[in-house]
């Protein structure tokens, strides 16, 4: 069963406008939050993450928003870039235990 | 630079032949993961070590085994591979079980003919 949620599996965004990519989960008991990126022949390497204790973190132009109530992730990349064209994966964890939804591709056109 | 290294990148193996996978890791991590990742999927965690400690996801099948010989390597043996274990193998490290960021190696991309 899918506990991780990504239901877009693309994306195509201008260059320098906003990408926003969306994750949902189903387990309220989820008290870590990640988004990885990966790049094609490439592991994923991590982007950002949030705490459960908070709503919203970024990190220059990366900014991950955290809705409790909707169990709704979001990844906001303002301005978007060329080189951020790749499959973002969510993640999430409780306990010992991540659970990743299946990617979004992202193509930023320039 | 501190990393993830998996061996080989690629590999081919025949039907039942067994294989066997590495992964070595500069970071010094404890928690060392394998995940399996078929196209278009979530990556799917089939066992973590934690130190010493082997711990099997309860749906990973026995055909998959590893070894943890020291901190900084693991390896995935498949016993007897299956067309359906073609996939991406992704190995992980982690400060602490379940400790927020893993750092991944590459992958290495398994073809069963």
């Known amino acids: 069963d899918q506990q991780v949620k990504q239901n877009s599996p693309s994306l195509s965004v201008q260059e320098g406008r906003i990408s926003i990519l969306n994750c949902d989960y189903t387990n309220s008991m989820f008290d870590y939050f990640l988004w990885y990126k990966k790049y094609p022949a490439e592991g994923p390497t991590f982007l950002i993450s949030?705490?459960?204790?908070?709503d919203k973190n970024e990190d220059g132009r990366f900014t991950v928003f955290l809705n409790k109530s909707a169990k709704h992730l979001s990844l906001h990349i303002v301005p978007s870039q060329p080189g951020d064209s790749a499959v973002y994966f969510c993640?999430?964890?409780?306990?010992?235990?991540?659970?990743f939804g299946t990617g979004t591709s992202l193509t930023v056109i320039p | 630079d501190a990393m993830v290294i998996q061996n080989p990148r690629y590999q081919v193996t025949q039907f039942g032949k067994p294989v066997t996978l590495s992964c070595s890791q500069t970071l010094n991590h404890n928690v060392m993961y394998w995940y399996q990742q078929k196209s278009s999927q979530a990556p799917k965690l089939l066992f973590h070590y934690y130190d010493k400690d082997f711990n099997n996801e309860a749906d990973t099948p026995d055909n998959f085994q590893s070894r943890r010989p020291n901190t900084s390597f693991c390896f995935l043996d498949i016993r007897s591979p299956g067309l359906g274990d073609a996939a991406m193998y992704l190995c992980?490290?982690?400060?602490?079980?379940?400790?927020?960021?893993?750092?991944f190696g590459p992958g290495t991309r398994l073809t069963v003919t």
């Open positions: 992980a490290t982690s400060n602490i079980a379940g400790g927020y960021e893993q750092y």
């Open positions: 949030i705490s459960s204790i908070k």
């Open positions: 993640a999430a964890i409780f306990g010992n235990q991540f659970y």
